[in-house]
């Protein structure tokens, strides 16, 4: 007759249960005393990820940056974005094909999508592609220049709010489709034949020359490739084998010609596209880096046809990237977000031109608003969030400003055994931000289009380097 127990080494089944879980629980217990990420492991909540994507195409007869609106491609702006949710408050990057989102509306669109993801404005990244034929929004601006009597033109605020109700009701239904996160992938590689150094410095180590996004002038061209960062990097997030979204960082002014009044994503915006189709499940979202100099101005002499060309080859460039990419299993334990908020010091003649508001003329308000109303914020104490967002073996930094290439390439030369990528044209309030050197070199980029000082450098790296260390 069988015994009603099975036996292993004179043990009975419940015996032998009854030691494992005595065993299990002084084990978990004594983590407390050494390594505790296998009891982190058994707590955590898994990672899942949003996406939100919508129309950001202003209508025929809204003012753009420079033009008002005259016609509408079929290839318009897009507002995209993810929600990071399982690690501590959700985390929401978004990119915007706008030219740039400053000062009050970073504020207000921070918190709107905030609220709408149930996190804090802490935990929220507002970037543009920079493109130029886009709206350009900054809530201070259009209430400064009501308050002269002046017509707010392109910071007129009643399309771009409609477009900050319709992001805050995709963030929100979102949540409703999000996914688990189990892996992501990090991918980079060189892009040919479309970045270039906007700056021509001459023997003398001056500004001598600028190469705009279109140079018509062909000795201008014949320039040397300059300082780049020719790399693209994508990082993606995956269910098990399907990809959800795809984030890719490039740096270059995204401009093959403009004013045209007719809103486009330009040639990044295009790219964005040719990905889309090439791997249909996830979502492409694109952030420019720091591309304050640098253009497309040595392969594009603004002739139509260019359009395409620089497109198909940064889309070859992420193609590539894609190719290449590295997979890391990821739980929620991986990630982290960090922030240093840092203080700009305002370029010297920001103050003097605040003292004559009151007596400047329409011209020159306008010219200089969005410097102006960094100032106020300046005085006020407000400072700039920058941001980091640790997955894995990755470091995504979130910069302000037309940032100088020189920053996103220190950034990687800091943390070389890390995946390291950069966007900036977060809060463009501040204009053009270059390094200590450059603004001793003279030049468009660091004269009265920049709202700081050679100071900036200085803090910025501090910021940089703290957060890549932590």
Known sequence: MKSRYCRS????????????????????????????????????????????????TPPVGSIMAYNPVVNIWDMGLRGRGVVLLG???????????????????QDVFKKTLADAAGTVP??????TVHQHDAPMSDFSAEQILKEKGLDPGCFESSFQRKVLHNLEVAVRESLEHSQPVTRIGLGSAPVYKVASARRIIGADGLSKASRYSATADSSLRAEPEGLIDPVVSLVSFWNNE??????SYYATHPQS?????????????????????????????HFNGAAGNITA?????????????????????????????????????????????????PAKDLESLWGKINTLDSASIRANIYKLVRYRRYLTGRKIDISCLKIGDARILFMPGELFVE??????????????????????????????????????????ASGVTDEAEATLMAAIRKLLQR
């Not at 990528?421 to 931000?433: N, P």
């Open 407 to 448: 920053y996103q390439l220190a950034a990687k030369a800091e943390r070389p055994d890390l995946f390291v990528a950069m966007a900036a044209y977060g809060d463009c309030g501040t204009g053009y931000i270059g390094t200590a050197i450059a603004y001793k070199q003279g030049g468009y980029e660091t004269g009265p």
């Open 122 to 127: 802490e935990r929220v990244v507002i970037h």
């Open 297 to 345: 101005g040595k392969y594009n002499d603004g002739s139509k046809e260019n359009r395409g060309i620089l497109a198909a080859r940064l889309a070859d460039g992420m193609r590539r990237a894609w190719e290449a990419t590295r997979f890391e299993t990821v739980t929620s334990t991986s990630v982290d977000w960090y922030i240093e908020p840092v203080s700009l010091k």
């Open 257 to 285: 010609y403009y004013r045209t009044g007719i809103p486009n994503p330009d040639f990044p915006g295009i790219a964005r596209f040719y990905r889309q189709l090439a791997v249909p499940q996830a979502l492409h979202i």
């Open 9 to 56: 080494k004179h043990y009975s089944f419940p015996v032998k249960l009854m030691i494992l879980i005595f065993s299990g629980i002084f084990f978990i217990d004594n983590l407390s005393a050494g390594d505790n990420s296998f009891k982190k492991s058994l707590e955590s909540p898994s990672l899942r990820l949003a996406t939100f994507d919508i129309d950001a």
């Open 87 to 105: 690690a501590g408050k959700p985390l929401v990057l978004c990119s915007v094909d706008w030219i740039e989102i400053n000062n009050e509306s």
């Open 242 to 247: 399907t990809p959800i979204a795809v984030l």
